[in-house]
């Protein structure tokens, strides 16, 4: 059933296979997730007034069976710091 959220297309290839959920109760976060074969890897929960698309691009993933290795994002952009 973790196929059930929608599908969330970004051109960033890290999250190929994206999906998003809302957040029961505070409908204006979502939860942007993976789903693999064995894993479920939960990617972002992001408040709906943030850049998500900016920062989504700029995502890294956590990469299983590689020592934790973080392929990491850029640090933030200032546009995706708006609104704080």
């Known amino acids: ?3 059930a959220g929608a599908p969330k297309v970004v051109s960033n290839p890290q999250l190929a296979g994206l999906r998003t959920w809302p957040v029961k109760g505070f ?3 979502r939860v942007y997730y993976l789903v693999r074969p064995t894993l ?3 990617v ?3 408040h709906s007034k943030r850049n998500t698309d900016a920062i989504l691009e700029r995502q890294g993933v956590d990469v299983p069976g590689r020592d934790s ?3 990491s994002p850029p ?3 200032p546009s995706d710091l ?3």
């Open 1 to 3: 059933m973790p196929e």
């Open 27 to 29: 409908d204006e976060f």
């Open 40 to 42: 479920l890897t939960v």
């Open 44 to 46: 972002r929960i992001l």
């Open 69 to 71: 290795q973080l392929l």
């Open 75 to 77: 640090p933030p952009h």
């Open 82 to 84: 708006e609104g704080r």
